[in-house]
């Protein structure tokens, strides 16, 4: 289960790397009007899992993500170096954003951020939070959702 949605989720980063989009400040690449989207996970975290597959599953709002966020998985037990995070780890960037529990949704604009979900919720609760940061932050939601 853990194999197909990390291959799902690195299909998504393929697709969005082939769509142009790059990452915002605090990475290596930047957008400066992107609104970044931060998924920290860990392996055999079952809710992590559980998030992920059901992004996969709505079909609008996965199209809503890709077309309005620029979106990373970190994983918080990682000290690989990251690229798109100036070679820091998962680790130091779970530490930077003080994640403790995963999965943790962090929004950022312009370095800011924007919105915090710590933890797990429904998929019908967790895009209307992802909507409600971005009225809150002044960045609207895209109609035809």
Same mark, same amino acid.
């Given at each position: 289960?853990?194999?197909?949605?990390?291959?799902?989720?690195?299909?998504? =980063? *393929?697709?969005? !790397?082939?769509?142009?989009?790059?990452?915002? +400040?605090?990475?290596?690449? @930047? #957008?400066?009007?992107?609104? /970044?989207?931060?998924?920290?996970?860990?392996?055999?975290?079952?809710?992590?899992?559980?998030?992920?597959?059901?992004?996969?599953?709505?079909?609008?709002?996965?199209?809503?993500?890709?077309?309005? =966020? *620029?979106?990373? !998985?970190?994983?918080?037990?990682?000290?690989? +170096?990251?690229?798109?995070? @100036? #070679?820091?780890?998962?680790? /130091?960037?779970?530490?930077?954003?003080?994640?403790?529990?995963?999965?943790?949704?962090?929004?950022?604009?312009?370095?800011?951020?924007?919105?915090?979900?710590?933890?797990?919720?429904?998929?019908?609760?967790?895009?209307?939070?992802?909507?409600?940061?971005?009225?809150?932050?002044?960045?609207?939601?895209?109609?035809?959702?």
């Amino acid at each position: 289960m853990h194999a197909q949605i990390f291959l799902f989720t690195r299909r998504f =980063f *393929v697709q969005l !790397s082939l769509a142009g989009l790059f990452l915002l +400040p605090g990475f290596a690449r @930047a #957008e400066t009007q992107a609104v /970044q989207l931060i998924l920290f996970i860990q392996p055999a975290c079952p809710w992590c899992d559980k998030l992920e597959k059901d992004l996969a599953e709505h079909p609008d709002f996965k199209r809503y993500l890709e077309t309005t =966020f *620029v979106h990373q !998985s970190v994983d918080i037990r990682s000290d690989a +170096p990251l690229a798109d995070f @100036a #070679e820091q780890s998962g680790r /130091q960037v779970a530490k930077m954003h003080r994640v403790r529990i995963t999965p943790t949704t962090i929004l950022l604009y312009q370095g800011e951020t924007i919105g915090r979900i710590p933890g797990y919720i429904e998929p019908k609760d967790y895009q209307s939070v992802i909507y409600q940061f971005m009225e809150e932050a002044g960045l609207g939601v895209k109609s035809g959702l």
